[in-house]
């Protein structure tokens, strides 16, 4: 049995917090050299790319969060796509029926890019802090709300 949890290619371990913390101050020592050690010992240097994903994994495990890997040309189904935006299927039906997100028919089937999905969420969180500094500058305005810096 696995000491974590694998939930929709996620992977989730809080039992690692503090391993992961640990892990993540020696990956940020400077000019450290990341090597990977075989089974028969034999040593290779990460490369560069590889080390800098798995610094935001370790980063991100200690933090608590689950972690998920995604290939930046993956279509997804629309469940799994609805599962990145945390909202139901049905509403992500409604989200590609609007053309707020483009989509492919494979067959009948609909097929979402990760790369659109990615772009789309970047924009509504966006949009979403946008609103919400608008609602709190609004509040101080009208003396609902003191914000102290």
Do not use: C, W
Not at 1 to 7: G, N, T
Not at 81 to 108: C, D, H, W
Not at 130 to 138: A, F, G, N
Request: aromatic residues 6%; without cysteine.
């Amino acid at each position: 049995m696995s000491k974590y949890s694998v939930l929709s290619e996620s992977v989730i371990s809080p039992q690692l917090e503090a391993q992961s913390i640990e892990l993540e101050r020696i990956l940020r020592v400077k000019d450290f050299q990341a090597k990977l050690v075989g089974a028969n010992g034999e040593k290779i240097t990460i490369p560069e790319p590889i080390y800098q994903v798995l610094l935001q994994v370790v980063h991100a495990m200690a933090s608590g969060k689950a972690i998920s890997i995604v290939p930046q040309e993956q279509e997804l189904t629309t469940q799994q796509a609805a599962e990145f935006l945390n909202v139901s299927r049905p509403y992500l039906i409604k989200l590609l029926e609007q053309q707020e997100i483009p989509y492919i028919t494979v067959g009948t089937h609909r097929r979402v890019r990760f790369q659109d999905l990615r772009k789309y969420k970047e924009q509504r969180d966006a949009k979403r802090d946008q609103l919400l500094q608008q609602l709190v500058d609004m509040s101080e305005e009208a003396g609902l709300y003191e914000y102290d810096e």
